[in-house]
């Protein structure tokens, strides 16, 4: 049985701020199609390092992220300025279902 | 989180740089900022930017913010501007926005306050609450503003 969590890495400059708010966003979203998320913040210069030690499924960000990163990033300033949500939203949970489909087959 | 001595009315700045230098002197001069937290917000804007083109294009935001070593307890400076200055948009290097309300972002434990943070900004999202802070006479309006808007969400007391 595959894990169905979906560890996800919320990224902003500071590494907290925009990313929390973010962060909460996703859970809920991702809460309504029965997708459990495990999700916490980071800042930019950190990401690379830390996809490369593997454990992470998806990265929502709010900022360019610096070095080339193995997992799907998607733009969430559309949840700060409401710009786009539902752009944002689509895009979330297709990808989120993607790779869990994905994680299944892995076994 | 919110305090009428943190608002600032009609704000005449030429750029983002003394828009944030004027909220940084309120919110260091009330204890909820160290002097450090000027620099650090003006640098972190240039490598992370927090311009923010909102629904309407129409009085378009800012939350500059920074590390929480430089705060020393969670509030929310606000600058509502007679002109619009220039902020770069979120995530870009280049996409300039004409902002008319900032929000300078003081969190020490986002934990304790995202929340209230997040729900302010959702809100902001609204144009009617955007054009009303705008037209705000007194800073006590515009807390009573943003405090609706919590309030309405939650009865939650907030610290």
Partial sequence: ?107 | MLDEKLVRLGVKAKSSKEVIQLLGDVLARYGYVKDSWIQAVIDREEAFPTGLNMPGDDCNIAIPHTDVDHVLKPGVAVAILAHPVTFIHMATDDQLVPVELVFALAISDPKQVIDSLKRIVTALQKPELRQQLKKATSPKEVVGLLNRELGSMSSQPVG
């Fill in chain 1, 1 to 107: 049985m595959a894990d169905k969590t979906l560890k996800i890495l919320a990224v902003c400059g500071s590494g907290v701020v925009s990313s929390s708010m973010i962060t909460t966003h996703v859970k809920e979203i991702l809460g309504q199609y029965g997708i459990k998320v495990d999700a916490f913040g980071l800042m930019p210069q950190m990401v690379k390092s830390y996809v490369d030690r593997g454990d992470v499924d998806l990265i929502v960000s709010t900022t360019k992220i610096p070095g080339e990163i193995d997992v799907p990033i998607i733009n969430a300033v559309a949840l700060l300025s409401g710009i786009g949500e539902d752009e944002f939203t689509e895009e979330l949970v297709s990808a989120a279902r993607r790779i869990i489909e994905e994680k299944g087959k892995g076994g």
